[in-house]
C-alpha cells in the first residue's frame, strides 16, 4: 500500500522532469559548439601568448648587436686589449676572454678595471677609459667569440626587489668577504674584497655573474635573477641609508664595538676613580 502511494506520489514530479530535460535537450546548441567554442578559445590564448612574448623577444633585443658593433669593438680591442690578451682574444699576458660573455667586459671596463695599466695582485678601480658606447662594442665583440653570459636587463638592476630578502642573501653569500654592511675587506696575498657602496646595478649583477679575481660565480642556479635583484635592491638601501644610529665604526661589529667602550668607557670610570680619591685626600 504504501509502496504504491509513493509510486503514484512521485510520478508528476519524474514526468515534470522528464519534460525539463527534453525542453532543455531541443534548446542545446549542437555537439560539435563545445568543441568549436575550445578550439577557438585556444587560439586566442595561443595568439595572446604569442603577442606577448613575441613583445618581451623583441624588448630583450634592443640593443641592436650589428655586425657593424661588432667589428668597431674588435678595431678597440686590437688597439687597446691586444697586447694582454692577444689579437683574436685567445690569451697572451692576460687570460682568454673567449667566453666571457659581454657581461664580465662591461663589469670589467665598465669599472676602469680594464685596460689594466699596471701588473699587481687585483686589477685597480679607475675611472672608465671607453665611453659608454665603446664598452658595449667591445663586450658585443668578445660576446661574438663565444657564448656567455649577457648583460643584465633593466627590470633585474633598477633596484626594485625586496630588500630584506637581499638582506638576509647578502649575509649567506657575501658578507664573509665585503662585511655585512658591503663596507669591503681584506683578502689574503694583497687582495681585497672592495666596498660595494657606489657601486651601479648592473655591474652588481655582472660581478655576481662572472666572479672576477677571487670571487665566487654565483650563476642562477645560486642565486636566482629575482634574487640577485633582491640582494642589488638591498646594497642599494643600505648606501641610502648609511648608519642612522650614529657612528659605523667601520661596520666591523661587536668586536671594534666592544672595543671602544673598553678603552673610552673604562678609561673614563678610571679617570673619575683617580679623580674622585685626588679629591678626598
Ligand atoms: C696590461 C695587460 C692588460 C690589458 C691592456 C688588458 N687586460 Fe684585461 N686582464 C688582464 C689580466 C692580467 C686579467 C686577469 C686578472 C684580473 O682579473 O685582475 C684580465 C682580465 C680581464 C677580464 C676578465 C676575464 C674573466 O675571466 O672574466 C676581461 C673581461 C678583460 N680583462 C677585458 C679586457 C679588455 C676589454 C681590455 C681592453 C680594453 C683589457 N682587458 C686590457 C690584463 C690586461
Ligand atoms: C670569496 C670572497 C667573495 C665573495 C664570497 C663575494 N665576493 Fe664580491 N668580490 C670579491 C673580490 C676579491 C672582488 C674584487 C675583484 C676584482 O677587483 O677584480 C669582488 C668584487 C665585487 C664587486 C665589484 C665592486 C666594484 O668596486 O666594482 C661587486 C659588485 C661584488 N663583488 C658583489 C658581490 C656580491 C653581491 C656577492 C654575494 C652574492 C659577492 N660579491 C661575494 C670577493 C668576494
Not at 655586425?67 to 686589449?81: M, P, R, S, V
Not at 658606447?133 to 633585474?156: F, N, R, T
Not at 655576481?208 to 638591498?234: A, W
Request: aromatic share 6%; charged share 15%.
Amino acid at each position: 500500500m504504501s509502496l504504491d502511494r509513493s509510486v503514484t506520489n512521485s510520478m508528476p514530479a519524474n514526468r515534470k522532469k522528464l519534460m525539463n530535460r527534453s525542453k532543455r535537450r531541443t534548446g542545446r546548441r549542437h555537439p560539435l559548439a563545445t568543441v568549436a567554442l575550445l578550439a577557438l578559445g585556444l587560439v586566442f590564448t595561443g595568439g595572446a601568448y604569442a603577442a606577448l612574448s613575441s613583445g618581451s623577444v623583441a624588448q630583450a633585443e634592443a640593443e641592436p648587436t650589428s655586425q657593424e658593433t661588432i667589428e668597431e669593438g674588435k678595431k678597440l680591442f686590437q688597439a687597446n686589449c691586444a697586447t694582454c690578451h692577444g689579437l683574436d682574444a685567445q690569451g697572451n699576458n692576460g687570460p682568454s676572454l673567449i667566453g666571457v660573455g659581454a657581461a664580465s667586459v662591461d663589469f670589467q671596463v665598465g669599472t676602469g678595471r680594464m685596460p689594466m695599466q699596471m701588473q699587481g695582485p687585483q686589477a685597480q678601480v679607475k675611472p672608465p677609459q671607453f665611453t659608454d658606447e665603446q664598452v658595449k662594442q667591445l663586450a658585443y665583440y668578445v660576446a661574438s667569440l663565444g657564448p656567455g653570459p649577457d648583460i643584465p636587463a633593466d627590470h633585474l638592476v633598477n633596484g626594485g626587489g625586496d630588500a630584506a630578502n637581499g638582506a638576509e642573501l647578502f649575509r649567506i653569500n657575501c658578507a664573509m668577504c665585503h662585511n655585512v654592511a658591503g663596507a669591503g675587506g681584506a683578502l689574503t696575498e694583497g687582495k681585497f674584497a672592495p666596498a660595494l657602496t657606489g657601486v651601479s646595478g648592473v655591474h652588481i649583477y655582472e660581478a655576481m655573474v662572472t666572479g672576477p679575481q677571487n670571487m665566487p660565480v654565483f650563476n642562477d642556479l645560486n642565486i636566482s635573477p629575482e634574487d640577485k635583484r633582491d640582494i642589488i635592491t638591498y646594497l642599494k638601501y643600505v648606501q641610502d641609508n648609511r648608519s642612522p644610529g650614529g657612528f659605523e665604526l667601520g661596520s666591523l661589529g661587536p668586536v671594534a664595538e666592544g672595543l671602544l667602550i673598553w678603552i673610552f668607557g673604562l678609561g673614563s670610570i678610571v679617570a673619575i676613580t683617580v679623580w674622585i680619591t685626588a679629591k678626598s685626600n
